[in-house]
């Protein structure tokens, strides 16, 4: 209905608007009339039709915006929103090539600190400023200045869009004055800085304008999976992208997870409190999410009274001062809900035998009286004999004193509004893969075989490989959530849910198991060994990016390329985030604290801008508190991975495309009010 039937005229052969037949329509023989009378409403007129079209096609010769790339966040809610608010040390880029004659280092770096943290920063300068008026007065101007470069690549109807409600005209008519010296409006430009102030708004206007170069900082951002888990308040991370300007997510394993566990997955809500308890990291459920974990509490204390639990000493990456008797006591809890855990995955890869995860069941494998374990043919003792709740005649089922557990934090996971918001968020603007600007963009893998060709799983009793793969689960993850309660669909998505989180053939998983109960209970680390999809062996050639590329109707030829996460990138033991001669990118370096360890820094972010791809890594951010009080940014080390031919404009980019689109509508829509065929 909605796509009009062109004929192109030709003038000598030639395209006359310099685009290609396939993407420009010209002069209308017929038409789809009913859809060009629904664009005559909002264009009543062939003036307001070609202004229009003057507007778009402007609008297609400017840059592309700024894209920022960022994967594996896990919760490390500081680190997060300090690269958004220097947007990976953009913004202090911008102050250098504005400032660098006229402002010593320190000075500039007091207003990237102002720009980034207004509010605690100008607590801090108001008490050392002598004569404050003057002071607000000048930051004023500078603060234009970097706002008027930053707002450089977008529209004016754009920037509009993104203005504050308070102070957006005054910011609007600032940002676009003739200022120059001796200009007709360099009076009115003075008043307006002069009446701020005079009238008491600064500290508001440096709030609203130091928000708003934030945002136009960065076009649009890419999360490529994984915010959830290890890092203390995931929570947070959820409610600045509620409300960010542009932002697409690409899910993770621990993405699933968690959307699994808000759907009332049981096997995935024991997994999200297994992980907080071995991360020493309950603020996320029980303050961001208000989810008690009291009857867990009670249940764990009564049944492992006299148990150590030393197999289950939780970690502490993220140094929570805790005491010895709380670290016991989360042990015991850590214990409690992991046996669940592998009590409940069990039930679902045996009603699952589609799923092939046999080797992760592990409960029946158990000799109780000898405390130990036959895996493969080979015994290892048990370094925790301790199993108060499992029958060994029916080692999968759940105690009634489990079943009613669960049951109450079923109730709570699913009756969390919060929570509940965040996973609708993250449905909305999610996927398990995304084609934009020429990149594909996807957290873990594309399931391949050890010859390199794309593996075959059975989903829902359909044989699926590459991109199909990633459209079917994605589909029946969405059924998992959305699905009406108690439908064979239904459980059956929140059971896929859980496979995704760990399953062979997973792809955002990748690998062939998830060693969580030998890693616990066996001391010989050969029997923790996960094997990695043949995937991650083949993105080094340049031929297998080319291929993946292909199947998701990307052309390899063009500048595009494959982004992902989720394996850490260990710098320090000389691995590179760039395989395949640039043409697949890891940008998993570690912005977890779990990981940096591994990693030697402390997180990636991919910028793709007009010119290129460049590639910043950054190092441990310390604290909010110290980059306020003594001007300290997070260093960010910036390299250059892939230029671009050319410099990509507007109309290079998928924006550009339904420009296009929108130009030809309102092209054939001036031909029928040129012909008469609409009024």
Known sequence: MYAPRYRRDRMNGQDPYGISPRERGMCILEYNTEYLQLLAEQYPTIQSACAKIISLESHKKLPKLTEHFMSDIHGEY??????????????????????????????????????????????????????????????????????????????????????????????????????????????????????????????????????????????????????????????????RLLNYHSVDIQWGNHDVEWMGAAAGSLACIANVISISTKYCNFDCIEDGYGISLRPLTVFALETYTNDPCTCFIPRNPNAVDISQHDVEFWAKLHKAISIIR??????????????????????????????????????????????????????????????????????????????????????????????????????????????????????????????????????????GYFGKAGQPETIYGQDFLWYLWCGVGSPVYGKNKMTSFERYFIADEEAWKEIKDPYYKYIEKKSVCAKILKEFGVDPDKFSHIINGHVPVKIKKGESPVKADG?????????????????????????????????????????????????????????????APTRLLVENTDTGKKIQKRINDLRALVEAFRKGLIK
């Open 342 to 479: 592998f009590k409940l995955e069990g039930q679902i890869i045996l009603n699952h035998p589609e799923f092939m995860m046999e080797n992760h069941l592990m409960l029946d494998k158990i000799d109780y009286e000898k405390g130990t374990i036959n895996i493969d043919g080979k015994v290892y003792e048990l370094l925790d004999k301790n199993f108060p709740t499992i029958d060994p005649a029916d080692p999968y089922k759940l105690t009634d004193e489990e079943a009613e557990l669960m049951h109450s934090l079923r109730l709570s996971f699913m009756h969390s509004e919060k929570l509940q918001k965040h996973i609708r968020f993250i449905y909305a603007k999610g996927s398990m893969y995304l084609v934009y600007n020429n990149n594909l963009l996807y957290h873990g893998c594309i399931p391949m075989t050890e010859d390199g060709e794309f593996a075959e799983y059975e989903i829902s009793h359909e044989r699926v490989k590459g991109k199909k793969l990633l459209d079917r689960a994605e589909q029946i993850a969405r059924v």
């Open 78 to 239: 500081e680190s997060f929103l300090h690269i958004l608010r220097n947007a990976s040390g953009v913004i202090k880029d911008k102050i250098d090539i504005i400032f660098a004659r006229t402002l010593s280092e320190k000075e500039r770096d007091t207003l990237s600190t102002l720009i980034y943290y207004p509010e605690q920063k100008l607590d801090i300068i108001k008490m050392k400023v002598d004569n404050i008026d003057d002071w607000y007065k000048i930051t004023l101007y500078r603060l234009i200045e970097v706002c008027r470069l930053v707002a450089s690549k977008y529209t004016r109807a754009h920037i509009r869009e993104m203005l504050p409600q308070t102070f957006g005209d005054i910011i609007d008519e600032l940002l676009h004055a003739d200022t120059d010296f001796g200009s007709d409006k360099e009076g009115y430009y003075s008043q307006c800085i002069r009446s701020i102030v005079d009238l008491g708004q600064s500290d508001a206007f440096i709030v609203e304008i130091a928000h708003l170069i934030q945002n136009l900082a960065i076009g649009r951002l890419h999360i490529i999976g994984d915010i959830f888990d290890r890092g203390p308040r995931a929570d947070i991370i959820l409610d």
């Open 583 to 643: 043409k697949l990118l890891v940008i998993d370096g570690g912005l977890s604290r779990a990981y940096q360890k591994q990693t030697g820094i402390a997180g990636y972010t991919l910028i793709f801008n007009s010119h290129g791809l460049l590639l910043s890594a950054h190092d441990a951010f310390e604290s909010v508190k110290n980059a306020v009080a003594t001007d300290d940014d997070m260093y960010s080390s910036l390299d250059i991975i892939d230029m």
